[in-house]
């Protein structure tokens, strides 16, 4: 039995240039727990923090350079990153 996992790739690099994903946890300024979501109703990739902790809300990727991102991991082979898995 294979798993296929199919993700977006959101066109963005993180601050080591490596492509972020939809899926991907990442660190903003440091601060880890955000997911890499695609927002159905407003068309865009977002970071949203309510995984990790409720008061992170969700942000566009426009609030943030290049620099201030960083991928720790994914929800599939690091859920231990967040404090619940997404649904």
């Known amino acids: ?46 970071f949203n923090g309510e995984y990790k902790d409720p008061e992170y809300g969700k942000c566009g990727f426009n609030l943030y350079s290049q620099k201030e991102i960083e991928i720790l991991g994914n929800i599939y082979e690091n859920p231990e990153l967040l404090n619940t898995t997404p649904q």
């Open 1 to 46: 039995l294979y798993i296929i996992r199919v993700e977006s790739e959101v066109k963005e690099n993180d601050k080591n240039n490596k492509e972020i994903y939809e899926g991907d946890i990442v660190a903003l300024n440091s601060l880890p727990g955000f997911v890499v979501e695609y927002d159905e109703e407003n068309a865009r990739f977002i």
